[in-house]
């Protein structure tokens, strides 16, 4: 089939904009580790178009709009998305779709990963299903694009034309992603985060906005000024050119022109650059009232003459010619707003972020000033005699070595240890290769075992999900082949399940300090260590080196009786080699590495701010529920 257009218009200056008649749907997309543009949903992509109508060259904070994007920020004038708790920066792309399209619908075709769970398409392979869709084609190839699949909307699945694997797909309607025409439009008054449009109280918010609330304070004083307004203290004045207008956060005005001026001081502000006429125009800068700051921080003293002079933008560059003078006073910082040092700048002790705002601001500089607070990850330094053993668990170290899993004799004795036959199949699906039960295995031809024929179908014994027993066997054949099964419907484990954790150590030890949520309580530690090695035929590509990343890790645990119980439970699934795996790292998209294997820990010591740290009421629930996925339940614990 022949691909549509995507309406991909080149980019200019790092955004694309469509022809000023033509109306566009804008989809936000960024760059995988695999060479992949995948979008954004379409209210992170309305987010996103609300900010850069406000300031082209500023950062847009995803989490204020997804949770789930918490550590991520967009810097707009680079064009990357940055992850603030790694440091892992990928590219992201302002992409232009027909509002006719899938994306200006808000059509969002997905398929089912190997966990159940539902994964949208990349936007152009999305626009192309739907095209194929709406034109009622029974099916469509998708080779053209450059993927070996063939999508069949009659049974609403997908297959791989080399391995003949089927999966399901579906379509379901969500929000129509931002509609624009020409340039950018003016607000569509999209909501930031429960709070209709207010500025949240973190600390990243309160430097974004005092320091936009600084600059918004000159540009009032130039609108007085163009207006013929007049208004604060007549000995004020400041001297600006060519100062780049800074919108406000969320829409709302973030200063007060009506804000009193500081009784009889006189603060000089000069920006000046080029050989463009200053203006002078009169702004009180001493009192403001900001939705996320208490008080702007003053620039006079009770009866001292200051003055600011930055003179040209690219004196800022050269710290020779850098003239900050402001006397012997110290503006006010405001509670709860840390001060951050700005480097290049004549003089001793931090700027406050709203100071150094104005002056980069006016001088056509980008302003960043969304520094994440640093993770605290580890608890004090600690004596070794201070380390004891946890109560009620034997020992304070786990070793695995190189060990051979307990296999079946074959898959077919597997399969038949945890089914029973059926002799009158149902007439429906095969969850694992999507055909009728009452038809032969989507394997058949692929797969060929002696005992087991092609139409034969069996129950599994706990949960009654009924598949193709030679669907099972290769479905095992793709596993782990420890001798154990797991329900592709349910997850329900039959036998004991193994992983293919490296060879490796696991200590832990109790320490005399308390985690965030838990003050009565001591902490666990612990501690795991593997290292760098050979794969072997268990793992993705056996022969071939593998790294093991920020080893040892520290992990910690309340230490009480449900954190107790959770630590028998890691150790167990430690013995089992369950606890980290060999794949691609989702945080530096680095392959054949030891990641983590679905069993979540906690690495912050004294902080939540990557949300792998307390305090978190949930994470011992969470984290029981996952390990009980993995077949390490409550249960499995001895009295």
Request: hydrophobic share 30%.
């Amino acid at each position: 089939m022949a691909r549509p257009g995507s309406g991909l218009l080149a980019p200019v200056n790092g955004l694309g904009y469509p022809p000023q008649n033509l109306a566009r749907v804008v989809v936000w997309e960024w760059l995988n580790e695999h060479g992949r543009w995948r979008p954004y949903s379409a209210a992170v992509c309305h987010h996103i178009e609300n900010v850069l109508k406000g300031d082209a060259r500023g950062s847009v904070v995803l989490g204020q709009v997804d949770g789930q994007l918490s550590p991520y920020v967009i810097d707009l004038q680079s064009m990357h998305q940055f992850r603030q708790d790694t440091g892992t920066m990928r590219p992201v792309q302002r992409n232009f779709y027909e509002p006719s399209s899938a994306p200006g619908k808000g059509v969002v075709w997905e398929w089912e990963n190997d966990n159940g769970s539902w994964t949208p398409y990349d936007m152009e392979i999305c626009v192309t299903i739907q095209n194929a869709y709406e034109k009622q084609h029974p099916w469509l190839d998708l080779t053209s694009l450059g993927f070996c699949y063939l999508i069949d909307f009659n049974s609403m699945c997908q297959t791989n034309r080399q391995s003949q694997r089927k999966r399901r797909l579906r379509r379901r309607m969500d929000l129509a992603y931002p509609l624009i025409m020409g340039s950018i439009p003016k607000s569509q008054s999209w909501p930031v985060g429960a709070s209709s449009g207010q500025p949240c109280s973190c600390q990243q918010c309160i430097l974004v906005n005092s320091t936009r609330a600084a600059s918004n304070a000159i540009l009032a004083s130039q609108r007085r000024k163009v207006y013929g307004g007049t208004g604060g203290n007549s000995g004020a004045s400041v001297t600006l050119t060519g100062v780049r207008q800074s919108n406000t956060f969320a829409g709302t005005s973030l200063w007060s022109p009506t804000s009193a001026s500081s009784g009889t001081n006189n603060n000089n502000i000069s920006v000046g650059g080029g050989h463009a006429k200053a203006e002078q125009v009169q702004s009180p800068l001493s009192s403001a009232n900001f939705p996320c700051s208490p008080v702007m921080p003053s620039l006079s003293s009770a009866h001292g003459h200051h003055a600011l002079t930055v003179n040209g933008q690219n004196n800022l560059n050269r710290p020779g010619t850098q003239r900050i003078s402001m006397g012997t006073a110290r503006g006010a910082i405001p509670p709860g707003v840390p001060a951050l040092p700005v480097k290049n700048l004549t003089g001793s002790g931090p700027v406050h972020p709203a100071l150094a705002g104005i002056l980069m601001c006016a001088a056509g500089l980008p302003v960043c000033l969304t520094r994440a607070p640093k993770p605290i990850l580890h608890p004090p330094p600690i004596n070794k005699s201070d380390m004891k053993p946890v109560p009620g668990i034997n020992g304070m170290r786990r070793k695995t070595k190189k060990k051979h899993l307990r296999r079946g004799k074959n898959p077919e004795d597997v399969v038949r240890r945890y089914t029973d036959k059926i002799k009158v199949a149902p007439d429906e699906d095969c969850t694992i290769c999507m055909e009728r039960l009452v038809m032969s295995s989507g394997y058949e031809g692929i797969l060929q075992h002696k005992g087991i024929k092609p139409e034969l179908v069996g129950k599994l014994g706990k949960c009654g999900h009924m598949y193709h027993l030679l669907c099972l066997v290769a479905m095992y054949n793709n596993g782990n082949k420890d001798g154990s099964l797991q329900c592709p419907t349910c997850k329900t484990i039959y036998g004991e399940k193994t992983g293919t954790q490296p060879p490796g150590k696991m200590e832990y030890h109790v320490i005399p300090h308390c985690l965030p949520g838990y003050p009565d309580s001591k902490t666990i530690r612990i501690v795991y260590d593997i290292p760098a090695g050979i794969q072997t035929n268990e793992h993705p590509n056996p022969g071939k080196k593998f790294s093991a990343r920020g080893f040892p890790r520290h992990c910690y645990l309340p230490d009480n009786d449900r954190g107790r119980k959770v630590l028998k439970l890691l150790i167990m699934a430690w013995d089992r080699r369950l606890i980290f795996t060999i794949g691609t790292s989702s945080t530096t998209g680095e392959s054949d590495t030891v990641v983590w294997n679905e069993i979540h820990h906690k690495t912050e010591f004294g902080s939540n701010l990557t949300g792998h740290g307390y305090p978190d009421p949930n994470y011992l629930d969470n984290v029981l529920t996952e390990l009980s996925a993995q077949g390490v339940g409550e249960d499995n614990l001895k009295d």
